[in-house]
């Protein structure tokens, strides 16, 4: 089968509409979004009703650009690469907003059908973070952070990604449960079919599926692409500041 050639940056186009596209997806299931995505879906519930401006997707950037913070403080060095991971967080956040709009009122009233959209928002997002894999573009914050802290500390990259996931999981539920202040009202009765606050049992069924997924969607991706840049000039320019 013949591949796409020079594929990188359509890759890396690719990865931010689909990554976008699933959590939107993922979001109106109504049964809980990624551990990754869910510290912005319950900052926003709370910020909107102080200020429009603060929708999930300024919010999604405006956290990326706290934990860019606490990256640079923790590996004690800048870069100015770093500012273009910022830089793809503000277009995915944006992205992000324009899916939801798109979306609009839609809803999966029926439980099955939350289910099955949920899988499908989950593959989407799989498929976007495999095609960030195969770019040399930026990427967003989350990445640059897990890839950053394994460089720096000589640490194996999976086992700070595990321990990064399993830290925004904790942080989402703490917001989850404090932020609203309405934590007498969880049910645990109905934590299969609701989420509470973007928490749920989609956030845990995601966090199962996700490793393998986006495994099995970059074998998909490398049959029909070829990961190969069409910009030798740019990946040269952004390949010599990683150094």
Same mark, same amino acid.
């Given at each position: 089968?013949?591949?796409?050639?020079?594929? @990188?940056?359509?890759?890396?186009?690719?990865?931010?509409?689909?990554?976008?596209?699933?959590?939107?997806? %993922?979001?109106?299931?109504?049964?809980?979004?990624?551990?990754?995505? #869910?510290?912005?879906?319950?900052?926003?519930?709370?910020?909107?009703?102080?200020?429009?401006?603060?929708?999930?997707?300024?919010?999604?950037?405006?956290?990326?650009?706290?934990?860019?913070?606490?990256? %640079? $403080?923790?590996?004690?060095?800048?870069?100015?690469?770093?500012?273009?991971?910022?830089?793809?967080?503000?277009?995915?956040?944006?992205?992000? +907003?324009? !899916?939801?709009?798109?979306?609009?009122?839609?809803?999966? +009233? #029926?439980?099955?059908?939350?289910?099955?959209?949920?899988?499908?928002?989950?593959?989407?997002?799989?498929?976007?973070? #495999? %095609?960030?894999?195969?770019?040399?573009?930026?990427?967003?914050?989350?990445?640059?952070?897990?890839?950053?802290?394994?460089?720096?500390?000589?640490?194996?990259?999976?086992?700070?990604?595990?321990?990064?996931?399993?830290?925004?999981?904790?942080?989402?539920?703490?917001?989850? /449960?404090?932020?609203?202040?309405?934590?007498?009202? /969880?049910?645990?009765?109905?934590?299969?079919?609701?989420?509470?606050? @973007? $928490?749920?049992?989609?956030?845990?069924?995601?966090?199962?599926?996700?490793?393998?997924? $986006? #495994?099995?969607?970059?074998?998909?991706?490398?049959?029909? !692409?070829?990961?190969?840049?069409?910009?030798?000039?740019?990946?040269?320019?952004?390949?010599?500041?990683?150094?």
């Amino acid at each position: 089968m013949k591949k796409i050639k020079n594929a @990188s940056e359509l890759l890396w186009v690719l990865g931010i509409v689909f990554v976008a596209l699933g959590v939107t997806i %993922c979001s109106k299931t109504n049964l809980g979004v990624s551990m990754i995505a #869910a510290p912005a879906f319950v900052v926003a519930e709370v910020a909107t009703e102080l200020n429009a401006f603060f929708n999930v997707g300024v919010t999604e950037y405006i956290i990326q650009g706290f934990v860019l913070i606490i990256m %640079c $403080i923790i590996v004690g060095r800048f870069n100015w690469r770093y500012l273009l991971a910022f830089a793809v967080a503000v277009l995915y956040g944006y992205t992000l +907003n324009l !899916f939801i709009w798109l979306f609009g009122s839609i809803e999966f +009233n #029926a439980v099955w059908l939350r289910y099955l959209m949920l899988i499908v928002g989950d593959v989407l997002v799989a498929f976007g973070v #495999a %095609c960030f894999f195969r770019t040399y573009m930026p990427l967003q914050v989350y990445e640059l952070f897990v890839a950053e802290i394994a460089d720096r500390f000589k640490i194996s990259i999976t086992r700070v990604k595990s321990v990064f996931d399993i830290t925004l999981l904790i942080i989402s539920v703490l917001l989850a /449960f404090t932020l609203s202040g309405d934590a007498a009202e /969880f049910d645990w009765s109905t934590i299969w079919y609701s989420s509470f606050h @973007s $928490i749920g049992i989609g956030t845990l069924i995601t966090t199962a599926i996700n490793s393998p997924t $986006i #495994a099995f969607m970059g074998k998909m991706i490398d049959r029909f !692409f070829e990961a190969t840049p069409r910009f030798l000039k740019l990946e040269q320019i952004l390949k010599r500041n990683q150094a």
